[in-house]
């Protein structure tokens, strides 16, 4: 993406906020997708990519999603929306998509010629991201949780087995991607601000997204208005929060 004057990582993230009003003015939506792009480079959770990202340019359904916004600001003066959307329940595919990426990187041999590098990679998604993923009504989740837990005792080990927590893997591989887009976009000195405050059924019911998908956060989009930063940006003393050990 060639773009005059962008600016670097630091600077972009030191120019990026919350904005909350936005300019009448349009913003080139070829340039969002393409920071939309730069989003799907973030870190993810063993590589599964459990996310969408829905691009609305469209001014009704712009203004339908302004309204299950509870109509604020940054919802109603947005110039475009990304939508960031989990989809833990489609771990299924992801790994198969993963699976055939590693075998035509092995290239065209039998799984007995594969090296024992090659045969962890393949037994990782074919087994163990399976076991983690696979639950039903959150029974299965629950068991699993209960025999990590004891394995525990003896040895480390991975904890996080339960339902809710997949959710919680899968929405943060969701919130790297959010970040990686905001930053690229305030890198050609474009605006964004991540809202939590709608009604997610009835964005899911404007986009025809499934019942399994979760809405991670919706992304106003344009150029700040005079007025659009509410004020100084605030943040706790680093020293509250820094702990080098």
């Not at 299965?140 to 990590?148: A, R």
């Not at 601000?193 to 956060?217: Q, T, V, W, Y």
């Not at 208005?225 to 509250?240: A, L, Q, S």
């Amino acid at each position: 993406m060639v773009v005059t004057n962008e600016k670097s990582v630091s600077e972009a993230i030191k120019y990026r906020r919350s904005v909350r009003i936005f300019k009448n003015e349009a913003i080139d939506s070829e340039k969002v997708k393409q920071c939309i792009q730069l989003a799907t480079l973030a870190p993810t959770s063993s590589n599964m990519q459990l996310w969408e990202f829905y691009h609305v340019v469209s001014p009704e359904i712009l203004q339908k999603i302004a309204k299950a916004s509870f109509d604020q600001n940054a919802a109603k003066t947005a110039q475009q929306l990304v939508v960031v959307v989990a989809r833990k329940d489609l771990w299924h595919k992801r790994v198969q998509s993963n699976i055939d990426y590693l075998k035509n990187q092995f290239g065209e041999k039998p799984e007995e010629a594969y090296s024992k590098r090659e045969k962890f990679a393949l037994n990782y998604y074919q087994k163990i991201i399976p076991t983690l993923y696979f639950d039903f009504l959150g029974i299965i989740g629950m068991l699993k949780f209960l025999v990590f837990q004891v394995i525990g005792i003896f040895k480390p080990i991975y904890r996080q087995a339960r339902q809710s927590d997949m959710r919680i893997v899968t929405h943060k591989s969701a919130g790297l991607a959010a970040q990686n887009f905001m930053i690229s976009m305030a890198a050609i000195n474009y605006d964004t601000c991540p809202m939590e405050g709608f009604d997610s059924l009835r964005i899911k019911k404007i986009l025809h997204l499934p019942a399994s998908a979760e809405i991670n956060m919706i992304l106003g989009c344009g150029i700040r208005d005079e007025n659009g930063v509410y004020g100084e940006r605030f943040r706790i003393p680093f020293e509250e929060t820094y702990f080098k050990i």
